[in-house]
């Protein structure tokens, strides 16, 4: 090797070292996820497992867009661990996106990487023929929905920071479950949004319980879905009960699993009694039944209900069980 040779790949180690380049550009960036890696389907909720970590002042991620926040998992006693709750929304775009979490540690960040692998779901097409005035909107009528659209968006804006729920969630109403999540319903030839939660059908009246233990952040009559119930749970979940004949709570009422909080009802735009049950988790349309899947222990509250007062008497002019479904 000639002097010269030996000179020029001295300067280009010397070079490089000093300004960074990409030698090889058609390589790409590192690989993320390189802590792990989860998968789910669109409208499902997946248990994100971070060992190792313990006594962190906060363990944050982000996915997507939307904050998951972590909590010490309570199966290790005390131990290392921590748990997140992440809602896969029904319309998030398949393939592999990356959830970053952040544990803060004292007065050091632990960054951590992981791929999560979204896996497109078949949700069924719903084709309604109704009377014109059930699905089109007067001036008056869309000028109270978005009314009450922004009622709810501000209701639901801030999270309680503590976890509310337990382990285990219930099935709010033993009824016919119709499995209309996430359809896609075509109403007099018209495309509409996504149905964002489950219709499950049982008689006027029917007692409606809370899904778990929670705050009762907003109750509402709405255009559409009638009279409603909305419960926080703490750290970005929260769960909606629609359609009700009657609401035995009022808004920041502390409530337990299995807490009788209304009645079935087929109030706002419904075709029968009925009870629609919705879940969001950091702003995730996610299906409820997937709660229920998640593996946690069973919550006692499933077996024995508690009841409550009626706040007024139950509305019963119908004792239908056909399942309904409402008109939005």
Same mark, same amino acid.
């Given at each position: 090797m000639s002097f010269l040779d030996r000179f020029l790949i001295i300067a280009v180690v010397l070079l490089t070292s000093v300004f960074p380049v990409e030698l090889f550009p058609n390589t790409g960036p590192v690989p993320r996820g390189g802590d792990g890696q989860f998968s789910g389907r669109q409208g499902q909720v997946v248990v994100i497992t971070v060992p190792d970590i313990k006594d962190a002042t906060s363990v944050k991620g982000q996915f997507l867009g939307r904050r998951v926040t972590f909590f010490p998992d309570p199966s290790t006693g005390g131990g290392a661990g921590y748990l997140g709750l992440l809602g896969i929304d029904m319309q998030d775009e398949p393939g592999a996106h990356e959830l970053t979490i952040d544990a803060q540690l /004292?007065?050091? %960040?632990r960054h951590l990487s992981y791929q999560v692998l979204v896996l497109k779901e078949k949700f069924s097409i719903e084709h309604l023929k109704l009377p014109k005035e059930k699905v089109? @909107?007067?001036e008056k009528a869309a000028a109270r929905w978005k009314a009450e659209q922004e009622q709810v968006r501000k209701a639901l804006a801030e999270e309680s920071a503590m976890r509310l729920w337990q382990v285990g969630f219930i099935e709010p109403v033993h009824g016919k479950r119709t499995g209309i999540f996430g359809s896609v319903r075509i109403m007099n030839g018209q495309a509409r949004n996504p149905h964002s939660g489950e219709d !499950? /059908?049982?008689?006027m009246g029917t007692d409606v319980m809370a899904s778990n233990d929670g705050v009762v952040r907003l109750t509402v009559d709405h255009i559409f879905s009638g009279r409603g119930i909305f419960v926080d749970h703490g750290l970005g979940l929260y769960s909606m009960?629609?359609?009700l004949s009657d609401v035995l709570v009022k808004e920041g009422d @502390? !409530?337990?699993a299995g807490q009788v909080i209304g009645k079935v009802g087929a109030t706002g735009r419904a075709t029968g009694p009925h009870l629609h049950w919705g879940m969001k988790l950091n702003g995730a349309r996610v299906n409820p039944y997937t709660l229920l899947e998640l593996p946690f222990p069973q919550n006692p509250a499933a077996a024995r209900p508690i009841s409550? %007062?009626?706040s007024?008497?139950?509305r019963t002019e119908?004792?239908?069980a056909s399942v309904g479904g409402d008109t939005r």
């Open positions: /004292g007065e050091q %960040t089109d @909107l007067d !499950i /059908g049982a008689p009960y629609f359609h @502390l !409530i337990k409550a %007062t009626p007024s008497p139950v119908s004792n239908s």
